[in-house]
């Protein structure tokens, strides 16, 4: 089991819980996934990245889950803290979780690992438009403003944490077509209710939701 550091930048309630559960898995030690199975060039990978919204019933296994977590906002350099996706003046706001029919993990990029948040299926309430439920993984990205204060007013730190969470969906896109997953960015989300089905603090404005899947 990998060391938990300290989560100074999350609230209370989260860090007790990160704490308290046991990662659901975990990357290699430095957090970085080891040789992956053959795969496409990012010129091939662009060549085939679509919008995918219609998903077959099989699931997406934890290892691949949580390399895809590792892409979207996954540590590539240890040394410095630093993630596969850039970010505001390297804010590094994002809180990436993932619904499954299973409940709700929040990915930890410095333990690279993914702990439980919630039991309870949550992925028919992130969005009014029902294509998003019927994928198996459901990624959630959430912005901590506080980490986008420098940006200015409410609206220009939202702005930010839009284009943020916006380049990591493109790391999963990329990451779909790389291993024949079908995916979709989805702005047309329910923002309340996933702030309510989160326990979301003020601080915490969820941006995107982007379904992920094997396409039917
Ligand atoms: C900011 C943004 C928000 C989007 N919101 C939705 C959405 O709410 N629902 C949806 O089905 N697709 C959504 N999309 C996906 C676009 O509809 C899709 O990228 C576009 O139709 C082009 O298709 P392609 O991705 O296959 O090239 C969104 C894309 C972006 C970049």
New binding site residues.
């Given amino acids: 089991m990998l060391q938990i550091p300290p989560a100074n930048n999350l609230p209370l309630s989260r860090r007790s819980l990160l704490l308290t559960a046991g990662p659901i898995f975990a990357l290699s030690a430095k957090g970085i996934p080891a040789a992956t199975p053959p795969e496409l060039t990012v010129t091939e990978a662009l060549r085939q ?3 995918v ?1 219609a998903f077959s019933d099989r699931k997406i296994d934890p290892a691949l889950l949580a390399e895809l977590l590792w892409a979207v906002f996954g540590i590539n350099r240890p040394k410095e803290g630093l993630h596969t996706v850039p970010s505001w003046r390297g804010a590094a706001d994002l809180i990436v979780h993932a619904a499954t029919e299973d409940g709700v993990v929040v990915f930890e990029p410095d333990a690279a690992a993914a702990r439980v948040w919630k039991a309870e299926d949550i992925r028919a309430q992130l ?1 009014p ?1 029902p ?1 998003v439920a019927t994928a198996p993984v459901c990624l959630i990205f959430v912005s901590d403003l506080r980490r986008l204060k420098a940006a200015g007013p409410a609206d220009q730190q939202q702005l930010y944490a839009m284009v943020d969470a ?1 380049m990591a969906s493109q790391n999963a896109y990329l990451f779909a077509a790389a291993r024949g997953l079908g995916t ?5 989300i329910s923002r309340e209710a996933i702030a309510g089905a989160l326990g979301l603090a003020r601080h915490e404005f969820a941006t ?1 939701v982007q379904p992920i899947g094997w396409p039917a």
């Fill in positions: 990245r679509r919008s919204r969005s438009q294509f916006a979709c960015l989805v702005g047309g995107f």
